[in-house]
């Protein structure tokens, strides 16, 4: 803008050039080079598929930088629907078992002298409401539901 603001007109490419201190070759060469740039809007529709004539925004297809990987939630999600059918499956005992081994960390050994003894047996654990008003067992099918 000063070039223009002295001369009262748009610089020819040489006046460019000697007030940039570069030779008249290299602005047709920038331009050249930026020639291939392009602007475009965020939100304009670039066509995806060629036989339905489905349309995308260009920001649908930029990553989320630091968000959840749609892929993983998604084999996730599966995974404990998977996991809680099977635990479904399951005898009460079996999803007795599996509760005290992955929520309360007990060896397998252990549950199994819980067993031997019914006094040392977990109380949260029962199959049976451990009152008459208190919580039922909750089970690892449970919470995945």
Known sequence: MPLENRLHRGPTDAEVAQQLGITTDEPHQIFNQISFVSVVALDELLPVGSERGDRLSLVDTLEAKGGEDPMAVFESQEMKGILAGA???????????????????????????????????????????????????????????
């Open 87 to 145: 635990i479904n499956r399951l005898g009460e005992r079996e999803k007795i078992a599996i509760t005290l081994y992955y929520d309360e960390g007990l060896t397998l050994a252990e549950i199994g002298r819980s067993w031997a003894s019914p006094s040392r047996a977990c109380a949260r654990c029962t199959p049976r409401p451990c009152s008459s008003s208190g919580p039922r067992c909750r089970t690892l099918a449970d919470e995945a539901e």
